[in-house]
């Protein structure tokens, strides 16, 4: 591995995702060699903490993610990490980081390669952002790089991204900002430019001509949990398909970059973007429904869970219908949903193909089942894999077709080697990949889109709750493609 250099600096550096999720997997790219000798890393939160105090904070939260954390390896790593109490919004407070950042640079040997990573309440992004500049944390050697990574959401409607990014964008250039998707750190949603780009059986039946219809399902087991404040400000749409399903249905559609390289996926994610349909009030209306879980036995409906108003209208449950006016997708609508306490907890992708214009095997005296559809399964997770279901012959003395499945699955023990997420992401930061980032451009697409959908929904008062926990969501997802005379392939 290539080793690399950079401060961190990690703002929220005591939250939840700090602990769980991003020390964790700076931990595993040191193992690997990526990190060494020249990084340092200064956590810094409103909390009152000593170097000492975060560092033990750390080593449990390496020994929690399943680490040695009494190793040498492990305490030379956590060596490097600093401890800054600070107030964001407390201009004073940023010039005893900048000191601590020029110091740990000198004695690290870090080049000036900086990286805040924004790891709190998206209020603060702006504020940040500013301070950085004004009050000099940013390197200013000409051959070392500044880096801006924020966690989601980015913001809650296009004119609240807009002017987000507009508050960014006064000290960081686009190419130096990396909104984290987590989904985009996934095997097998980086998997699907390979599926397509890589086979030649895939890509040239990748089109309208041969492909019925694709859906995207991202199902989740557990109701808000402990997350009830945040999500009920939020819901799905804006949770789940404004950023991740956006992204994953750009990666499906969008045409063959010119190079595997962020600018060139980037370039076509946007083209795909940009021609998906925005729809009317009456077209919204239609081709997008929501759902609230009600209750079942004992486990309260939505509107009871804690923090969660006894009146509200969030919705826990989105399908919908995307339709992209281009010469690729014309008439091929990609169907999406994604909900909290369904049947299970799984990301899936399936590609419905056309069925043979003519069916041979239905002559009059046949006993033969109508030809199925050829479906292509991307299983993201929990386990990954592909699998292709075609028509074969039975093998019995009659001529009879049934559907048969080639399947992959990833084993696990190369499961286990497949990095986290957050450690491809962080990996990429270093690297300055912006690849498996969202970009500015695609986030407004997106939020445009998204917004069309909420301006009906806030119109009118929906009747909550309308599904039933542990099912696959309301009626109204079944009929949403029952009347395109399609059927979802995930059914109960
Ligand atoms: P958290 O509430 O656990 O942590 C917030 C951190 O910010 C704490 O360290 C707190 O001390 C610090 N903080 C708050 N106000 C401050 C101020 N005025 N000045 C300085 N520090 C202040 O939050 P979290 O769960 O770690 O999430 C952080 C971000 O990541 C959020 O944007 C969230 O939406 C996003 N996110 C979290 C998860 C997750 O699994 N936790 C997943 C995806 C995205």
């Not at 010039?95 to 990286?115: F, H, M, P, T």
């Not at 509200?312 to 449950?317: D, L």
């Not at 799984?346 to 199925?372: E, H, M």
Request: no cysteine; glycine share 4%.
């Amino acid at each position: 591995a290539t080793e690399r250099t950079a401060l961190f600096m990690f703002f929220g550096g005591t939250g939840d995702l700090a602990y769980r999720k991003l020390y964790p997997s700076l931990f595993n790219l040191y193992k690997k060699g990526n990190l060494r000798t020249h990084f340092a890393v200064i956590g810094t939160s409103r909390q009152t903490l000593d170097d000492d105090k975060f560092r033990a904070a750390v080593k449990k939260s390496l020994a929690d993610s399943g680490n040695r954390a009494d190793s040498k390896e492990a305490s030379d790593f956590i060596s490097h990490f600093y401890y800054q109490a600070h107030d964001v919004t407390d201009q004073a407070h940023y010039s005893v980081l900048k000191d601590a950042a020029e110091k740990l640079d000198k004695k690290y040997k870090l080049q000036g390669n900086r990286i805040f990573y924004l790891s709190m309440a998206p209020q603060f992004f702006g504020t940040i952002a500013q301070d950085l500049k004004t009050q000099g944390l940013m390197s200013t050697n000409k051959d070392a790089f500044n880096r801006l990574v924020i966690e989601k959401p980015f913001g809650r409607d296009y004119d609240s991204a807009k002017q987000l990014n507009d508050a960014l964008s006064k000290s960081f250039k686009e190419e130096q900002i990396f909104r984290i998707d987590h989904y985009l750190g996934k095997e097998m949603i980086q998997n699907i430019e390979a599926l397509r780009f890589g086979n030649t059986l895939v890509e040239s039946l990748w089109n309208n001509r041969y492909i019925d219809n694709i859906q995207v399902t991202l199902s989740e087991k557990l109701g808000v949990e402990e997350r009830a404040s945040y999500y009920d400000n939020s819901g799905a749409l804006r949770d789940m398909v404004q950023n991740h399903i956006m992204q994953i249905v750009s990666l499906l559609a969008m045409e063959q970059p010119v190079a595997f390289t962020d600018t060139d996926i980037r370039a076509e994610k946007v083209k795909a973007l940009r021609s998906l349909r925005v729809y009317n009030v009456a077209d919204a209306a239609t081709n997008f429904v929501r759902g609230q879980y009600g209750s079942i036995n004992d486990q309260p409906d939505y509107r009871h869970e804690d923090n969660v108003p006894h009146d509200s209208t969030t919705e826990t449950f989105v399908a919908g219908k995307l339709l992209f006016d281009n010469y690729r997708w014309s008439g091929t609508p990609f169907y999406v949903r994604t909900g909290k306490m369904l049947a299970d907890k799984f990301t899936r992708v399936d590609v419905v193909f056309k069925k043979p214009l003519v069916d041979i095997f239905a002559f009059p005296q046949s006993q033969s089942t109508p030809l199925a559809a050829n479906v292509l399964t991307i299983f993201v997770e929990p386990h990954a894999g592909f699998s292709l279901q075609l028509n074969a012959k039975t093998a019995d003395a009659g001529f009879q077709t049934e559907p048969i499945k080639l399947d992959y699955m990833v084993d696990a023990a190369k499961s286990k080697e497949t990095p986290e997420p957050y450690e491809r992401l962080l990996h990429d930061v270093l690297k300055g990949d912006g690849t498996n980032f969202s970009s500015w451009p695609e986030v407004s697409y997106a939020w445009k889109f998204v917004d069309q959908i909420r301006r009906v929904w806030d119109l009118q008062e929906p009747q909550f709750p309308n599904y039933t926990p542990h099912s696959m969501g309301p009626a109204a997802a079944e009929e949403l493609i029952q009347r395109d005379h399609r059927e979802w392939i995930y059914r109960l």
